[in-house]
């Protein structure tokens, strides 16, 4: 699990989804988590750098937890759906988090992330209870948020979903900024994103099949 977790977190640096030493990713174990450790750039990591926290904020090893772990920690004990978070400085989510704005239906695939928009938190300081008061708000019924003036969270059920998932929606952010340069565009409704939702619960090579 140490190695995936670190694995993770080159990958996403490596494929431009985040720089340096900023962003952080963690992995739900059977005691808590294990999280990225702060300050220090993950190519320089070892698996053993990773650091293990209980739900109660408690932390063992050599290492000190990612300054984020806080948000982490309040949405596994609030979501047990949640297997792993992963936070980036994307470009592109970024921007739109440095405009206050959440990303509305202006494609299908907002759906991708759980509802018809991802939400954008609103600013708090980093590493705060009020920055993660807001990112668990924002996160209810979703699988991704934009942070404002910040980055990006998503979740998913393992590292490679939730990794996924922040990929998705980075592509997505910069679709929309797009869309917003050109002028906005017109939105689907709530009655198509309803049945596109609704599609997705069969979408998939592991969804179930239709009675």
């Known amino acids: 699990m140490r190695d995936s977790l670190l694995e993770t977190a080159r990958r996403m640096n490596d494929i431009g989804l985040n ?25 320089d990591c070892q698996p053993a750098d990773m650091v293990p926290m209980t ?53 299908y695939m907002v759906a991708v992330a759980g509802g018809d928009n991802i939400r954008c938190a609103p600013y708090e300081t980093f590493g705060t209870a009020a920055l993660s008061d807001g990112v668990v708000t924002a996160m209810q019924d979703r699988q991704a948020c934009l942070m404002a003036n910040h980055g990006m969270l998503a979740a998913g059920p393992t590292l490679e979903k939730a990794l ?38 069969g979408y998939g090579q592991f969804a179930e099949p239709a009675s």
């Open 19 to 43: 720089q340096g030493t900023s962003g952080n990713v963690s992995v739900r174990t059977e005691t808590g988590y294990l999280i990225t450790p702060t300050g220090m750039p993950y190519d």
């Open 55 to 107: 739900l109660e904020g408690g932390t063992t090893g050599p290492r000190k937890p990612s300054s984020e772990w806080r948000f982490h920690q309040d949405l596994y004990r609030d979501r047990s759906d949640i297997g792993a978070i992963v936070h980036v400085h994307s470009t592109f989510a970024t921007t739109l988090a440095c405009l206050g704005v959440e990303v509305p239906a202006f494609h």
């Open 164 to 201: 996924a998932m922040a990929v998705e929606v980075e592509k997505l952010c910069e679709i929309y900024w797009r869309v917003l340069q050109a002028g906005g565009g017109p939105l689907l409704n709530n009655a198509e994103m309803t049945v596109i939702l609704e599609k997705f619960k």
